[in-house]
């Protein structure tokens, strides 16, 4: 189950952290947070600005987020979920929760294998059951796999406009970071366009594993829906995202698969899911108090802004709602190599100990942290950062109590 809090319970944190004493922070940068959400939108809300048509489009979409289909829809042979709002539903529909996914591989000879003809590298664990007699079992990790990861459930506020962000901002970053410290420096991964098939910037998944959300949608409909769209390319981990998959990769059985979908699943599905993502609002900010500020200047002095980057800019866009606009993710969505806290699996040219930086808005609503939830507190989280989040990790411990204490109250009102 979700764990749902709500705003109510953040402004009481806060309330209640406001009154530690605010220190002075010398050599610190000026604190740049802004004023409380002006707009008072709330999870699950439409961007502020949208037309009349965007706005429609919005909630036809999230109609489409919210239906649960069946075996008549194209769902299975295997699958995870029957919605996407079955795991994308904390504080609102687009939030995120608790469920996990499992990826798998295996390294032979130093070199990653996704384990396509095993159900890999995503595996469904649910089979449809009772049709025409047909009874298709959910897959189980096969003896083969060495590598085993989980992936939470993210929530998808706000990210139509990191979608409308350009390639080259991500690369640009990357370059700044390499210019000030290459040990630090995160580095784009570089995925193909499911539709054209050209190299773009990752930016969607604990790994960044893919450029737009309309192959995330694409790819959540077949991975974790078992419904198949036509007309997808081939990853470079081996799957073909217009392809049935064949459970446990077995693809003498799909010949048996009695499912012939009356209701074809067709692209329309994929441009609703998508609208609605890409119209979703962010999650609303927290009351910026004095010792929030105090908190946001810590963040920047012990060197968590330099992955967590506090705002990017969306480029020219046909959406007046996203077209070059500030926003505040925190997150530069670029791969970093994060030692023991990577998972293991490859993707795209993401490497095994690679992760993305994970975004820190709505922070607050997280049901548990990190990209398989193995952290219960924010604090965790910080703890477990290795390899090039190393030093900021030992830098927070190194905080002064007060100090800590602020920059808690910081990552909470985000
Ligand atoms: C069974 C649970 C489940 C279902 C059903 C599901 N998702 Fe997800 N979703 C996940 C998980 C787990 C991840 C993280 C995946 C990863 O990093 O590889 C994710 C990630 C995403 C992301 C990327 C978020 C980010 O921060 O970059 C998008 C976009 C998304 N899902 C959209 C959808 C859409 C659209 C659907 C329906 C077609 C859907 N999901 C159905 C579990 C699910
Ligand atoms: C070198 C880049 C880097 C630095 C520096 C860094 N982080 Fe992270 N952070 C990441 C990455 C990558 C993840 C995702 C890791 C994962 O889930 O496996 C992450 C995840 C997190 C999460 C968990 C978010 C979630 O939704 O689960 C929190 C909280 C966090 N970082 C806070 C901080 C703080 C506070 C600092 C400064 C002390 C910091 N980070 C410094 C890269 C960085």
């Not at 009349?52 to 299975?76: I, N, P, Q, T």
């Not at 042979?77 to 295996?106: D, K, Q």
């Not at 609208?275 to 963040?299: I, N, Q, S």
């Amino acid at each position: 189950m979700p764990r749902s809090r709500g705003l109510g319970f953040r402004l009481a944190t806060l309330a209640a952290a406001g009154l530690v004493a605010v220190v002075a922070l010398p050599g610190s940068r000026p604190a740049q947070a802004d004023p409380p959400d002006p707009d008072g939108h709330d999870f699950g809300d439409p961007l502020p600005g949208l037309t009349a048509d965007e706005l429609a489009r919005f909630h036809a979409g999230k109609e489409a987020f919210e239906e649960v289909e069946g075996v008549a829809d194209g769902v299975g042979p295997v699958f995870n979920g029957s919605s996407c709002a079955e795991c994308h539903n904390g504080e609102a529909t687009g939030g995120g929760n608790a469920t996990l996914s499992t990826r798998i591989g295996a390294v032979v000879d130093g070199r990653f294998d996704p384990l396509v003809r095993f159900g890999g590298p995503t595996l469904q664990t649910r089979g449809i059951v009772g049709l025409q007699g047909y009874e298709y079992a959910g897959e189980v990790v096969p003896p083969e796999a060495t590598v085993v990861a989980r992936r939470r459930s993210p929530p998808l506020f706000g990210l139509g406009l990191v979608d409308a962000v350009p390639d080259d901002t991500f690369r640009e970053l990357a370059r700044q970071q390499h210019d000030r410290d290459p040990a630090t420096a995160g580095r784009p991964n570089l995925v193909p366009d499911l539709r054209t098939g050209d190299t773009v910037v990752g930016r969607f998944g604990w790994k960044a594993g893919l450029g737009s959300l309309f192959d995330f949608a694409a790819d959540a409909y077949k991975d974790e829906m078992g419904i198949t769209v036509p007309g997808f390319i081939r990853t470079p981990d081996g799957r073909t995202i217009g392809e049935e998959n064949a459970p446990q990769g077995l693809h003498d059985l799909l010949r048996y698969n009695p499912v012939e979908s009356p209701n074809e699943p067709d692209v329309e599905d994929i441009v609703l899911f998508t609208d609605f993502m890409t119209f979703l609002a962010p999650p609303p900010r927290g009351e910026v108090t004095r010792e929030v500020r105090a908190g946001e200047a810590v963040f920047h002095r012990i060197g968590c802004a330099t992955c967590h980057v506090p705002t990017l800019r969306t480029g020219r866009h046909e959406v007046r709602a996203l077209d070059r606009v500030r926003f505040h993710p925190y997150s530069d969505f670029l791969l970093h190599d994060m030692g023991a806290l990577g998972d293991g699996i490859e993707d795209g040219s993401g490497r095994g100990s690679e992760m993305r930086t994970a975004p820190l808005w709505g922070l607050l609503t997280q049901p548990a942290y990190l990209h398989d939830g193995r952290a219960a507190t924010i604090e965790d989280a910080i703890l477990l950062h290795d390899g090039q989040g190393r030093n900021a990790r030992n830098r927070y411990l190194d905080l002064k109590r007060a100090n800590k204490r602020a920059l808690s109250a910081f990552l909470n009102s985000l």
